[in-house]
């Protein structure tokens, strides 16, 4: 196969480590995790040492008989060396294909079985949990990362493989795959190149770029999710100092940040819903954050006044990013303190200038409005270059160069995109459901989690979770929606019974089905939380971001 170098053209994700160690080599990557495939590594690493890991692990690969245009599907336990594995990979020209650790068993041996026969890098946990012995048919052959099985070759025996010269595929070569959520459905395999993800990379470097000295960086975002791998290169390429969280509760984030004062912060939305409670922690572990970065998504309005309240920076910014794995970040605006996200509803802002294009289609032949808003598409060269093994699937999405990104909105004469709903999620007649949870996140504080989901029969139901799972008072809910759009009777759930992605989103359909097949799933406001119940595990069945939004 032809290699080539390719300049920087692109981003080049199997140097990556190595080009940050060259420019800045005592700049460190700290964990809040131990490595499966390098435990003695420790959880504070220098450039250097990441260089020299993701190389080890590259030559390991090499040795065990991966190719450059292999596909190497990873698919261990969380942590941070799937990302270090999928760099390892890159390296030597493989394709990674990463699959979250939250997939169930059956879900995985179906993508196997649509890449045709890859390389499986697993762990023994996955092996004897939840993985079926189909894996060993449908792959080439299986690796583990950490511990031992006889059907498999462990990566820790292939120590000390001599080192290989790292190699680029052409620009527009896959260089990585990512699955969407699958929400209805199977996942589909979403093919970036290295030209996509550096047309990515541009618009998203604007959260270092408003940085005056190199601060510490703290991200949390999916191991499996392309952003990952640009806000890395964001950072690292610049010698900002990176912590990486693999865990999110407050407690322990809040005791890490107060001894690492970051002044970025990249995160998920529903991550930063759960870190509202951070905002009156005695620690003020948000009190040196200059710029919260979200990714993806819209945030609550509350949730954005809340942690910009927090910092005690004199100018605190929060980046709200709208756009889609498989089109990349879209529109973005941006808060302060004097600039209320209260005042702009649903906008969740402009394209970027030079590098995207947004467009809402008429679903009627009339102009798009807040009571009839159309088909939001994208234009952008982040745009992934197909589904892996349906591109039939993926051209019947695409408009040549516009991508339909399955929501519904329309554009004020400013050119403020307002996003309103997803088109699967849209109840006739009730208008934004969004917009409705946003007000009553604002009017209830404590809410930690509201969908309204539609129901067969009567208005839509409303199903909230509260902080620490306490009762909501039905009184302080009949204020709260005395003048908003009729709803049934709310369900309370716990928090942890929701149905989620590996990104906490909350699987809306799979939600209504529950709702809708067994109401006692849930409970009415008046019930004590400890009669919630439910038959779904929190996390991901089959499920990584497909639409990134709220």
């Known amino acids: 196969m032809l290699l080539q170098r390719i300049g920087n053209r692109g981003i080049r994700l199997g140097t990556l480590f190595d080009r940050a160690a060259a420019r800045y080599p005592t700049n460190v990557l700290l964990l809040d995790h131990d490595l499966d495939i ?146 209805t459905g199977l996942p589909k395999l979403a093919v970036h190149t290295a030209y996509s ?78 870190w509202e409670e951070l905002a009156s922690d005695p620690l003020e572990p948000l009190s040196n954050v200059k710029f919260f970065s979200s990714t993806f998504d819209a945030l609550h309005p509350r949730t954005v006044r809340t942690l910009i309240g927090a910092s005690r920076r004199r100018t605190p910014r929060f980046g709200q990013i709208y756009g889609q794995s498989e089109i990349g970040p879209s529109v973005a605006r941006s808060y302060g303190r004097h600039r209320s996200p209260d005042a702009d509803g649903r906008c969740v802002g402009i394209p970027f200038p030079g590098m995207t294009g947004v467009r ?43 991508w339909r990104m399955g929501d519904l909105g329309y554009r004020t004469r400013w050119g403020c995109l307002h996003l309103m709903d997803r088109e699967v999620d849209e109840i006739p007649g009730f208008g934004s459901t969004l917009s409705v949870e946003d007000q009553l996140f604002s009017r209830i504080p404590e809410l930690t989690e509201v969908v309204i989901i539609p129901t067969e029969e009567g208005p839509p139901r409303p199903v909230l979770c509260t902080r620490d799972d306490r009762p909501l008072d039905r009184e302080v809910w009949r204020t709260a929606v005395a003048d908003l759009p009729e709803m049934a009777e709310p369900e309370q759930w716990r928090q942890a019974d ?48 497909d639409a990134e939004r709220a």
């Open 498 to 545: 929701l149905p989620q992605t590996a990104t906490a989103k909350i699987k809306r359909l799979e939600l209504a089905r529950l709702v809708g097949v067994d109401g006692a799933l849930g409970r009415v406001l008046e019930g004590p939380p400890d009669e919630v119940a439910g038959d779904e595990p929190a996390g991901d069945s089959a499920d990584e971001p």
């Open 38 to 183: 390098a435990p003695e590594r420790g959880r504070v690493m220098t450039m250097t040492d990441v260089a020299d890991l993701a190389g080890d692990f590259a030559s390991r690969l090499w040795r065990a008989g991966l190719r450059p245009g292999d596909h190497a599907v990873i698919h261990k336990s969380n942590a941070f060396d799937i990302t270090l594995l999928a760099v390892a990979a890159a390296r030597i020209g493989v394709v990674p294909i990463l699959l979250s650790p939250h997939l169930d068993g059956g879900t995985v041996t179906a993508l196997l079985r649509r890449v045709d026969r890859p390389h499986l890098i697993t762990d023994a946990t996955k092996l004897t949990g939840s993985l079926p012995d189909t894996v060993f048919a449908l792959t080439r052959q299986v690796l583990l990362a950490s511990g031992t099985d006889e059907r498999a070759t462990s990566l820790a025996e292939l120590a000390g493989a001599p080192r290989v010269p790292a190699l680029e595929l052409p620009y527009d070569h896959p260089t990585l795959v990512t699955h969407t959520s699958g929400t």
């Open 197 to 274: 993800l550096e047309a990515r990379y541009r618009p998203q470097a604007l959260a270092t770029a408003l940085m005056r000295r190199r601060e510490p960086v703290a991200i949390h975002v999916s191991f499996v999710h392309s952003r990952l791998f640009t806000a890395l290169a964001i950072s690292l390429l610049r010698g900002f100092p990176v912590a990486v969280l693999a865990d999110a509760d407050p407690q322990r984030v809040s005791q890490l940040f107060a001894r690492l004062r970051p002044g970025v912060l990249e995160a998920h939305p529903n991550t930063y819903l759960s």
């Open 360 to 402: 809402v289609v008429s679903r009627d032949g009339r102009r798009p409005t807040p009571s009839s808003p159309g088909w939001i598409e994208v234009r952008s060269d982040g745009r992934i270059r197909t589904y892996l093994g349906e591109d039939e699937r993926f051209q019947g999405q695409a408009d040549e160069q516009w």
